[in-house]
């Protein structure tokens, strides 16, 4: 028979800065019996991104914030082991929004089959072949209309977004692409296993000067991920026309104040860029286009990735914090172990 | 025979700051014989405009700067006193690009032959029917994508861009219609003479407190003029998808250091907001289906106008100084007076 014990990660109080692990809580849930149309999962993957800093904190956003004393939702994928529902049979595996927990059961159409594809581990459903690469290509093409022969910068290179816009980019018919990232082995591997033209540790100096060298034709499209300096940097390298998607700033997430933007906003005018925010929701209609691209350039061997693994569902809360400190190469994501036989 | 003398403001140094008469050069210069090709043009008025504060400082800009020792150039309209060219005949009312002086002679195909009619006062070619308004219509449209029952905002809305965003943006169908101006008496202008559903003096209090009196229920387009604060105003109040078009920022054109920007750029991604820059030479082919509907309205009376005139070629520093202070309401002019028989 199935077990029943769930451990959950509630958010305790919203945080102000930077998380603690006082902000969250961990309960032992007994889940009842399955109702009709129920199924339950074990989870295997768990995934923490850096959009959920915002749904902890209740400012304004197209994303409704999370409740306190409730579980934390988001992206994980598991394994369905008991059903009351004939079209989700156990076994099947299923991507969901349930977030942080290792078991978790609800109505069977919260729950969406994925097929198990030999070569393709599960993990990937939830980073570069899932909402994090549609994430990237949402932003490369709908919002930033990058064309073959741009100039591109990403900022946070080396992170599950940023190394799937690098070589969604590349794919894409970039003619340059430029990556930031917070350290000086992030660099290296951006140019060596992600295919970057040039890369820059914004730790080491002002990303301004340090992006006029890497992009000394100046840029075309930005992909943000970091925001403030960075934000700064991309206005002053931009040619005419240029387009910024932002998509994160992070650098900003766990700052309790606001800080000022830009100093140099007027280029917008002058240069006549577009700067256009976004979050995935209203493009989840790309889904289909992006899935036939991805699923051919990873077919084809052109695209490669990085995990950076956190074991257990007591430690989702530290992958969370490492992944906000910039800790991971890749995507974060928490594994789940496997219920031993008993 | 016509006269042949010119006098011309030219670009003595670049300023640092606010400009001031030490940055210009009065030059008179005997115009030599009619060449081929040529024709003579008095003006009847000349331009002073925003846009032309970059243009005296060298930074980078889609607009080439003016030179050292050479004439300010812009928008002007004028008489053909003297012709070489059969197809630009004597007493033709001519537009033209040759900017800051009485008298121009240059080749035909620098002036465009304008229709003299009947109740449209020549120097609305200038502002409402001209550029300026072309300049609303493009930030309205094809920039912001302003669609019926849309919230406008518009910074600086008493000056001659402003004047014509909110009359078109009543002509093209918004829901409500708010403008910020510099005194009490703009203000007031902008509800009772120019439909504005709401005005606030933005040297009275914080912009982003008014604006949000103002808008209750958010804003769905800026059309900004103002730059600094009102960007930030205008941030916190958009609803989910709105739309900047910045065209001008002249609370920044004469600080001689760059201000900080907004604190509030997160909200471009948490709102998926877009914020497009523009200068108008991208968009001049949106001319004629501009042309037609503003001559469509204006002939209809449903648009008003205000000029500042300033008399005389040598007060266009004066002119162009008090237009950059805000002293104008509506189109700030250099009328020049017609030359007595002699």
Not at 118 to 145: C, D, E, F, K, N
Not at 243 to 270: D, E, F, H, Q, V
Not at 300 to 313: C, L
Request: aromatic letters at 8%.
């Amino acid at each position: 028979m199935s077990e029943n014990l769930s451990t959950q990660i509630q958010l305790a109080a919203r945080p102000s800065g930077w998380p603690t692990h006082e902000d969250f809580h961990t309960a032992t849930v007994a889940l009842g019996e399955l109702g009709p149309g129920q199924v339950r999962v074990r989870n295997e993957f768990v995934s923490v991104d850096p959009y959920m800093r915002g749904r902890m904190s209740d400012a304004r956003s197209y994303v409704a914030p999370y409740e306190l004393g409730q579980q934390i939702t988001g992206g994980a994928i598991g394994r369905v082991v008991a059903s009351a529902e004939a079209s989700l049979q156990v076994g099947t595996v299923v991507l969901h929004q349930h977030g942080w927990s290792d078991l978790v059961q609800d109505a069977a159409d919260t729950f969406r089959a994925v097929p198990e594809t030999p070569g393709v581990p599960l993990s990937l459903r939830l980073h570069i072949l899932g909402m994090t690469g549609l994430t990237a290509y949402t932003g490369l093409t709908a919002i930033a209309g990058m064309q073959p022969g741009d100039t591109v910068f990403v900022s946070g290179a080396a992170g599950a977004v940023g190394t799937a816009v690098g070589q969604i980019a590349r794919q894409l018919g970039a003619g340059r692409v430029i990556g930031s990232a917070g350290s000086a082995e992030k660099v290296g591997l951006l140019t060596s296993k992600y295919g970057f033209d040039a890369a820059f540790d914004y730790k080491e100096g002002d990303p301004r000067t340090q992006l006029a060298e890497a992009a000394p034709e100046g840029i075309d499209v930005f992909f943000d991920n970091v925001g403030g300096d960075h934000l700064e940097a991309a206005l002053d390298a931009f040619n005419d026309g240029g387009r910024a998607a932002l998509c994160g700033a992070i650098s900003t997430y766990n700052t309790a104040k606001p800080a000022p933007g830009p100093n140099n906003l007027s280029n917008i005018i002058t240069r006549g860029l577009t700067v256009q925010g976004f979050t995935l929701g209203h493009y989840l209609h790309l889904s289909p286009e992006f899935n036939e691209k991805m699923s051919g350039w990873f077919a084809e061997g052109r695209i490669v990735y990085d995990e950076t693994i956190v074991d257990g569902i007591e430690h989702t809360v530290d992958a969370f914090l490492d992944m906000m400190r910039g800790a991971n190469t890749g995507k974060m994501l928490v594994r789940i172990a496997p219920v031993r036989a008993s």
